[in-house]
């Protein structure tokens, strides 16, 4: 499965990005699939996992922030960002679970000023 990932930039701390992910395979086909994100210096961390049974798991720093969500028609993936903060920074990898592999994006960065 290949993941194209974009929406990443630059942005004010208070500020809101969407970033998007298109799988090169139906999001039906997906048993899992969300983002996760790395800080300079820092581990990979999650963001938010979202399985086939409709179940978002978010990480505690982003929970009431982040939305993750799907468009079917487009088979694409979101995550809308609001109420942004400088510790939000890093690349965010969008991934996917497909017959119990994982597949990643490249990655998007997105840089937040404080």
């Known amino acids: 499965v290949q993941l194209q990932a974009s929406g990443g930039g630059l942005v004010q701390a208070g500020g809101s990005l969407r970033l998007s992910c298109a799988p090169s395979e139906s999001i039906y086909s997906l048993s899992a699939m969300g983002w996760y994100r790395q800080a300079p210096g820092e581990q990979r961390e999650l963001v938010v996992r979202?399985?086939?049974?409709?179940?978002?798991d978010y990480g505690d720093s982003v929970k009431g922030r982040f939305a993750f969500s799907t468009d079917i028609a487009k088979n694409a993936v979101y995550l809308k960002m609001n109420r942004l903060k400088p510790e939000d920074t890093g690349l965010y990898y969008c991934?996917?679970?497909?017959?119990?592999?994982?597949?990643w994006g490249q990655g998007t960065l997105v840089t937040v000023s404080s």
């Open positions: 979202f399985t086939s049974e409709g179940v978002a």
């Open positions: 991934y996917v679970v497909e017959r119990g592999t994982n597949y």
